[in-house]
């Protein structure tokens, strides 16, 4: 007897979400931020959050502390994206998205609005009237997914280009474990609705000059070993960075290319940022933690990807970000 497919269960609505949507409906002026050097999840999710509020007709600014990096900007609006340092003129509320807290957005008098927190990294400090944290997205854009579709707003092909940007950088194109069937789903909807992922990945990735180059090249020509093999560190300074005619804002990337070498397991980036003071980016393979790593010295981020700031030293600094994370390394057993 031929029997009926068992309809998927439909998923019960997160009451935070349909929170969310009852406050952006009866609100009308918006501004939208998220934190200091956003990168391609915080740009992507605060565009298409822009547009999809734009077409219910409410009024929205997005304003962050700093630009966006110059290959985003070949993306729809983010070139209109304002660059200010406080939240200025009417606002009915303020969506602040990829912040553990209001201080990472570098603006100030946020704390006056009524804010909506939106993040998907651990340690989030529910500094909102109203919290959505999803630890389980691969990247906030994700989280913009469901409630542009809660929104009842169509998925254009610009709302649909900001996802797919968010998810394709945040997951480290498709490399991190917080990838999920609904991450593959949603990238899914964001093709059908018209998303070009040649276009994104070629100038997301592709749209190198060759000062940033040559200083991919000189950092890890000093790229250095734990005696395991499994961590590498790399540096910069300001010298090398003239040296090799980039600067810091070039570096975008390069944190990840030791783990294309199959033994290293994880790797930590210092910048010097002044005399004694470092900024500190780590990723790792698999279930090596170094999000905890940086969280106990003041940071936060994921399991896979975390920064901090640190201070003494260098050689100090150094030794010390390399036993916590060969610890965290010898937690996994790899
Ligand atoms: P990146 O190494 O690309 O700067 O940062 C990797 C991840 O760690 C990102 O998710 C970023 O938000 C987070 N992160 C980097 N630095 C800090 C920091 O100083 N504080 C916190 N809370 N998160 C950070
Ligand atoms: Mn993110």
Partial sequence: ????????????????????????????????????????????????????????????????????????????????????????????????MECGDLARTGLRDLERHFIINIDHHPGNSHFGAINWFDAGAAACGEMIFELVRRLGVPLSREIATHVYLAILTDTGSFHYSSISPRTFDICRDALEAGVDPVMVARNVFDSNNLGRLKLFGAVLNSIELDPTGRLAVIYLNREMARQAGGTYDDTEGLINLPLTVREIQAVVFFKEAAEGEYRVSMRSKDAIDVGAVAKGLGGGGHKNASGCTVHGPYRDVRDRLVGLITRAIDATGA
């Fill in 1 to 96: 007897m031929p029997t009926t497919p068992t309809p998927a269960p439909t998923p019960t609505p997160d009451p935070i979400v349909e929170q969310i949507r009852h406050e952006i409906a009866t609100r009308g002026r918006f501004l939208i931020t998220s934190h200091l050097k956003p990168d391609g999840d915080s740009i992507g999710s605060q565009m298409a959050l822009a547009y999809a509020l734009r077409d219910l007709g409410k009024q929205v600014r997005v304003v962050n502390r700093d630009a966006p990096p110059p290959s985003l900007l070949m993306f729809p609006g983010v070139p209109d994206i304002q660059v200010g340092e406080t939240a200025e003129g009417p606002i009915d509320a303020v969506v602040v």
